[in-house]
């Protein structure tokens, strides 16, 4: 057998033979071809990384490969405009003291005041009434209004030397304006009342209420003044105080 013996191939198996090796050179060809590795050389790269940076483009595409990127538009992000208010303006420190003065004041409403020789019912009077007699404002006014609901109204005109804040060049001053009607006073019934509320008049203490109470429970009923006048609680001066306040009844 010559070595040539073993080269030997039959048509048929020379055309397969031929047939295999074009389908092994096609796939050899397709697969170069998919796969070629796009070469750069590092001139290339660092020069186009260069053009990159100068242009504002850090697409790391365009750096690796030297392929020029899209430009994408570079969209600034969106700053919202705050108006800007005198107040939050820079201004000057004359420019501030002028801002911070500048106000207008609130109007008041004028209250026409009494002619003089005027007199006023202290009893009767309302806060309206009241702040038309000269140096009588609201707040006066409003104190007068409330220590009467509390004594039960004015025996007499000195009574207002106890309102809060009324000193005594106010209180000259008043004493001409007013008079005080003692029908409107609103009587204490001493017989009935609770402990607690009589120990709010501004003329008994808790002492000197709970005294009565004990002494109502002892005598069922309190006659008349000559049942305090024996306690130690109650001064000659309380007395003459309280009396046109207290009823017996």
Known sequence: MFWRDFFYFSKGERTGLIVLLSII???VTVLFITNKPETVTINEASNNR??????GVKDSATIETGEPAIEKPTVAPKI???ETSPSNARESVSERVNRLTS???PAYER?????EGTVVELNTADTTILKKVPGIGSAFANR???????????HSVTQL???YG???DRFQAFIPWFTADLFFIKKIQINTISQDSLQRHPYISYAQARVIMQLRRQKGKLTGWENLKLLNEFTESDINRLQPYLSFD
């Open 25 to 27: 050179v096609i796939a």
């Open 50 to 55: 260069i053009i990159a940076e100068q242009a």
């Open 80 to 82: 919202e405009q705050k």
């Open 103 to 105: 106000y207008s004041q």
């Open 111 to 115: 209250v026409e005041k009494f002619a």
């Open 144 to 154: 007068i209004v409330n220590y009467r609901a509390i004594l039960g109204g004015y």
């Open 161 to 163: 030397s106890e309102v």
């Open 166 to 168: 009324i000193d005594e």
